[in-house]
């Protein structure tokens, strides 16, 4: 075969005619084009991440959005007396957020970035601890916690305190203040609802087990502190729910987490947490560092992090303020009510979360009505087949043999996009009846990313645990 051997078409270098590097540190180099190619490829058999409705994060932002991150990929957040103007446009976003929230004390109170609402929420839980301890805490402290997002499993096991999750009972999804009571003791160092739950969107009544928490200093003496964590709902609220009571307005809320990446609209790698008061986040938590001859307050998990992620944060604040959030936010739960009409009209689903903007987040969750010839893992490994991945899981203990969906729409899905979901779960639901399966898929063969983890090493079962215990009978 003739021709020149070293061609400058890409695909006929020399880089692309092996396998990519899979294994030991190569030796060779490639030219930069070629080594782009090769990830550029391996990357499109990825999902599309606009039609990922599992995940809660960012999937869209705009070109001004992208030209800041850009723009600001070589800036370490924490060098604050290096990149000056950055640490200021964090304060201004921390004090905007405490703003948001009615905290007592917007322009004061302490506050901070962090790289999402993950580590957020143990900072918030370490500051709990502390005051805790301060107060003359002893023995192994606890939380008490309806289902929670897997970062507060961590947390418990990371930072050596016991987690006390209150079961599902009755046709209750979230935790209800009723309960609270019972799993409370001397060594509560909080009581965290989720404003905006992770398993159906649906959101906790903070004020109700703040009104619970209250009755039980009344009866006990115990003063236990509330830590909201409103990754999603932390940004919703406040724009399309404002009656709804929920944060720093509460006394008894003395901090805040939510992620900036989700429901703030900013690319990923963004959230916040917020104190009521400066003097709820206890001194032994902040260590200072340069600032313009200075010093600054710090008190993160991580040392280092990129900061883009706040300045297009800020970018989105005062591009959009409330008027525009609202916009925003309230034309994504539109478009959640659609595609809740249009699954309820299919007569085949039983909704549990209707993108009503007073009871959850931009989401939709649904179960099955019936028996049925499928499940819903089986429908939700049909979607895939058109590149929608829409995550299908059992609900929490003592109701984990209901399976449901849940959709969780975001910024950049229209009105258009639910009604090509509905086409396409329509044809779904077509085939699955025209050709019954002999055997449905089960949740570990269906697969799909819950935000739920399992530990390699179990730990005891918190239904064990004798206040536990005693709140179930």
């Not at 609220?237 to 429901?263: M, Q, Y």
């Not at 309820?344 to 993108?355: A, C, K, S, V």
Request: hydrophobic share 40%; glycine share 8%; charged share 25%.
């Amino acid at each position: 075969m003739s021709g020149n051997p070293e061609s400058d078409d890409l695909f006929a270098m020399p880089g692309l005619r092996r396998s990519a590097p899979k294994a030991g540190f190569p030796v060779a180099e490639m030219f930069a084009q070629v080594a782009y190619e090769i990830v550029h490829d391996e990357l499109m058999l990825d999902g599309v991440s606009r039609m990922n409705l599992a995940t809660f994060c960012t999937t869209w932002i705009d070109d001004q959005a992208r030209r800041l991150m850009n723009e600001s990929l070589d800036k370490n957040i924490v060098d604050k007396d290096e990149y000056p103007q950055t640490a200021e446009l964090e304060q201004r976003c921390v004090r905007m957020v405490a703003d948001l929230w009615h905290s007592p004390d917007a322009m004061k109170t302490l506050g901070t970035s962090t790289t999402g609402s993950s580590e957020a929420a143990m900072l918030g839980g370490l500051a709990a601890k502390f005051r805790w301890r301060k107060r003359g805490g002893t023995g192994i402290p606890n939380f008490v916690c309806g289902p929670v997002q897997v970062c507060w499993e961590k947390f418990a096991r990371y930072f050596d305190v016991e987690i006390r999750q209150i079961p599902l009972r009755g046709d209750k999804l979230t935790m209800h203040p009723d309960d609270v009571a019972a799993y409370c003791d001397e060594n509560t160092i909080m009581v965290v609802p989720t404003f905006g739950q992770t398993f159906t969107g649906l959101f906790e009544d903070v004020a109700g087990i703040s009104r619970a928490l209250d009755e039980l200093e009344r009866e006990t003496g115990l003063d236990i502190p509330i830590h909201v964590d409103a990754a999603s709902g932390g940004f919703l609220a406040p724009f399309c729910a404002p009656e709804v009571v929920w944060d720093f307005r509460l006394p008894r809320v003395k901090s805040i987490n939510a992620s900036g990446h989700k429901t703030g609209l900013a690319p990923l790698g963004a959230g916040w947490a917020i104190w009521r008061t400066a003097a709820d986040l206890p001194k032994e938590l902040i260590f200072n560092v340069d600032y313009l001859g200075g010093s600054m307050a710090t008190f993160n998990l991580n040392f280092s992090r990129p900061g883009g992620q706040v300045i297009t944060q800020y970018y989105d604040f005062i591009r959009l303020g409330r008027t525009g959030y609202a916009q925003v936010q309230y034309e994504i739960y539109r478009a959640a009510q659609h595609l809740a009409n249009g699954l309820t009209d299919t007569g085949l689903f039983e909704m549990i979360h209707d993108g009503d903007p007073n009871r959850g987040i931009t989401a939709v969750s649904w179960k099955l009505k019936g028996e049925r010839t499928f499940n819903l893992y089986d429908l939700s490994d049909k979607l895939r087949t058109r590149g929608w991945l829409i995550a299908a899981y059992p609900l929490p203990a003592d109701r984990d043999d209901e399976t449901i969906m849940r959709a969780v729409l975001r910024h950049g899905f229209t009105l258009d996009m639910a009604d090509l979901l509905l086409a396409d779960l329509m044809r779904c639901l077509k085939q699955l009846n025209a050709h019954p399966l002999t055997t449905s898929l089960t949740r570990e063969e269906a697969g799909g990313f819950t935000h739920n983890a399992t530990p390699a090493v179990p730990t005891e079962d918190a239904e064990t645990h004798p206040v536990a215990a005693k709140g179930k009978k």
